[in-house]
C-alpha cells in the first residue's frame, strides 16, 4: 500500500487539503481439516482439504476546499471517491465417513468471485455568524451514491455411496448480485442567545436513504453452459427510508463547563417493495422522541470531562 497527502493555499481566503491511498491484498489460505461428531447411537467422521486464493485492491481519494468568504460566511466543499475489488478462487474437498469408517459422501465445492465496490459521497457545509454575537446559522448537504456488484461461478460436485438414493449430486449455479445505495440529507441549525451565558439552539434535518438488492441465480447445463433463471434462488427487492428531525435545546456556556438539554422529534418513514413478486409491502411509520442531554467540564487546557 501507499498513499500521499495534499495541503495547499490557493488564495488569501481559500486553503484546500486532501488525500489518495492504495492498496493491493493477496490472501492464501491453506487448510486440512478432520472433524468426528457423535450421536447418541454412532458417529460420522468429516475430511476436508480447503485452497482458497483472493486478490484485492482498493482506492481512496479525499479532498476539501475551505473558503472563508469574509468574517461571517464559510464554506466547505468536501467530496471523496472510494473504489474496490477481488478476485476470489475457493476450492474445497470433502467426503464423510461412517464411525466404521465407510465412506458415505465425498465431491468438491468451487466458487469462482469477481466483485466491485464503487461508491462516491460529498458533503457542503455553510456557516453565517450574524453581527449580534453567538447568533448563527449553518446548513449541510450531504450526497453519496454506492455500489456492491458480483459475480459467483459456483460448482458444487458430490457422490452418495449409501442407500436409499446413491449416486452423484452435481450442481452448477451462476449468481449475479447488484447491489445499489443512494442517499442525501439536508441539516439546518441556528442558535439565538438569551443572555451572556445561554442561547437556544434549532434544529432540522432531512434524510432519504434508498437501497435496491438484486439477486439472480441461474442454474448452469454442465454440457451446453446455457444458463436458466432460479425463480426460487433470486429475488429483487428495494426500499425507502425517509426520516425527518426537529430539535430544540438550551445551551449554558461557563468557563470551566458546558450543558445542554433539549428534545428532539424524529418521524419516519420506511417503505418496502419487492419487485421480483410485483408488491409492496406494508409502509412503517413512526415518530420517535429523543431526550438531548451533554455536560462537558474543562479541568484544564489538557484534561476534559465530556458525558
Not at 456556556?253 to 418496502?272: A, E, F, H, R
Request: aromatic fraction near 16%; charge should be positive.
Amino acid at each position: 500500500g501507499f498513499g500521499f497527502n495534499y495541503r495547499d493555499q490557493w488564495s488569501k481566503r481559500i486553503s484546500v487539503y486532501g488525500s489518495y491511498s492504495y492498496n493491493h491484498k493477496n490472501t492464501s489460505q491453506l487448510q486440512v481439516s478432520s472433524s468426528q461428531n457423535f450421536f447418541e447411537s454412532n458417529s460420522f467422521i468429516n475430511n476436508q482439504d480447503i485452497n482458497n486464493q483472493t486478490k484485492g485492491n482498493s482506492h481512496r481519494f479525499t479532498f476539501n476546499m475551505e473558503y472563508q468568504i469574509d468574517s461571517f460566511n464559510y464554506l466547505k466543499i468536501s467530496p471523496s471517491i472510494n473504489y474496490s475489488g477481488s478476485d476470489a478462487n475457493n476450492y474445497n474437498i470433502f467426503d464423510y465417513r461412517n464411525f466404521d469408517s465407510t465412506k458415505t459422501t465425498d465431491g468438491s465445492n468451487r466458487n469462482l468471485t469477481n466483485s466491485d465496490a464503487p461508491n462516491f459521497a460529498a458533503t457542503i457545509l455553510y456557516n453565517h455568524k450574524f453581527r449580534k454575537r453567538g447568533r448563527n446559522f449553518s446548513t449541510s448537504i450531504t450526497l453519496g451514491t454506492s455500489q456492491n456488484n458480483s459475480e459467483q461461478d459456483v460448482t458444487n460436485l458430490s457422490y452418495q455411496y449409501v442407500p436409499p438414493f446413491p449416486g452423484p449430486r452435481n450442481s452448477f449455479q451462476f449468481i449475479e448480485q447488484d447491489n445499489n445505495n443512494y442517499n442525501y440529507g439536508v441539516r439546518f441549525t441556528y442558535s439565538e442567545p438569551l443572555n451572556k451565558y445561554q442561547s437556544l439552539d434549532f434544529s432540522y434535518s432531512h434524510n432519504l436513504n434508498y437501497s435496491r438488492n438484486n439477486r439472480k441465480t441461474f442454474n448452469v447445463d454442465s454440457v451446453t453452459q446455457s444458463k436458466t433463471l432460479n425463480s426460487f434462488l433470486s429475488n429483487d427487492y428495494e426500499n425507502d427510508f425517509y426520516n425527518n428531525r426537529l430539535g430544540l435545546s438550551l445551551r449554558t456556556t461557563k468557563k470551566k463547563y458546558n450543558y445542554t438539554i433539549g428534545l428532539s422529534l424524529q418521524p419516519v418513514n420506511l417503505q418496502g417493495n419487492s419487485i421480483t413478486k410485483d408488491s409492496a409491502y406494508r409502509t412503517i411509520r413512526r415518530a420517535n422522541l429523543f431526550p438531548i442531554a451533554r455536560f462537558v467540564y474543562n479541568f484544564n487546557r489538557t484534561k476534559t470531562l465530556n458525558f
